[in-house]
């Protein structure tokens, strides 16, 4: 039987084509200066340059978003999937894979798509908004993923409730996916450049990919080499075991800090 592993997908330029707060926020904002500030906000707190919680504050006080963008954005962002997305979804689903979101967005828009993934709410972890009497968003609920370190936090409370199975892959575009892997909390980061390709992310990252092509190129090689080695477990081997267990020549073993190896590759 296939070893059942944990692959945690980040949300926003990932899963989706768009930063989807961002999109929403530009909606209601008629001045390139704002819409500048908002993309210099976000890229600074994608590169690790600003804490998170400053980030979405700033966004949402630049912002004059209501509760209905919300609902409108969460019913327009199916045709924002990124291409090749619900290919990889179904080929982990196939091979008896458990898939996870963990987004510093919201519920509200994240879940539309973990149900098109098959994904169950329980599985999915993004913020939640707070609305004034009048459905103006104006702040969001405490919670690990409204500050910096959130996706940590979650992981680390699901290894302590024993919810990842096997090796544990952390994929996303930002640091603060990096992160993750870099905290020890998971075994294998895959840095996915498929809308934006960040050039700390692709450094700091063990693997990187630009196209979802790759990255399924990579995954159905990685559980092929992982279910070779659990069959020949009881035979000696020469190779060298990647990070987590998982010995597959392309992924760069040594420090968490170390540069990456970049796909596509020649197998």
């Given at each position: ?35 500048r ?22 966004r ?5 978003a ?6 409108q ?143 399924r ?51």
């Open positions: 039987m296939e070893t059942r592993n944990s692959f945690v997908f980040d949300f926003d330029s990932t899963l989706v084509s768009i930063e989807t707060l961002d999109t929403l926020i530009k909606q209601n904002l008629s001045g390139e200066d704002d819409r500030k908002i993309d210099e906000i976000t890229l600074r707190a994608m590169n690790g340059e600003l804490d998170f919680s400053a980030s979405l504050a700033s949402l006080r630049l912002s004059r209501k509760t209905e963008d919300f609902a954005m969460a019913a327009r962002i199916e045709g924002f999937l990124t291409p090749g997305m619900d290919d990889i979804l179904d080929f982990l689903a196939r091979r008896g894979q458990k898939p996870f979101i963990v987004s510093g967005g919201f519920t509200q828009i994240v879940r539309p798509v973990a149900k098109l993934f098959g994904i169950p709410d329980e599985d999915c972890f993004a913020n939640e908004y707070i609305a004034d009497g009048n459905g103006c968003v104006v702040g969001v609920k405490e919670g690990p993923l409204a500050r910096e370190g959130g996706k940590s936090e979650v992981l680390r409370a699901l290894r302590e409730q024993n919810r990842l199975p096997g090796t544990v892959v952390m994929l996303g575009d930002g640091m603060s996916d990096y992160q993750v892997y870099a905290d020890g909390l998971a075994d294998l980061f895959i840095g996915c450049g498929f809308h934006v390709a960040r050039p700390n992310v692709r450094a700091c990252s063990p693997v990187f990919v630009e196209t979802t092509a790759d990255l190129q990579f995954l159905e090689s990685l559980l092929n080499v992982q279910a070779q080695e659990g069959a020949s477990s009881r035979e000696p081997s020469s190779r060298e075991p990647g990070p987590g267990g998982l010995g597959h020549p392309l992924i760069r073993s040594g420090p968490r800090s170390s540069r990456s190896r970049w796909c596509p590759w020649g197998l």
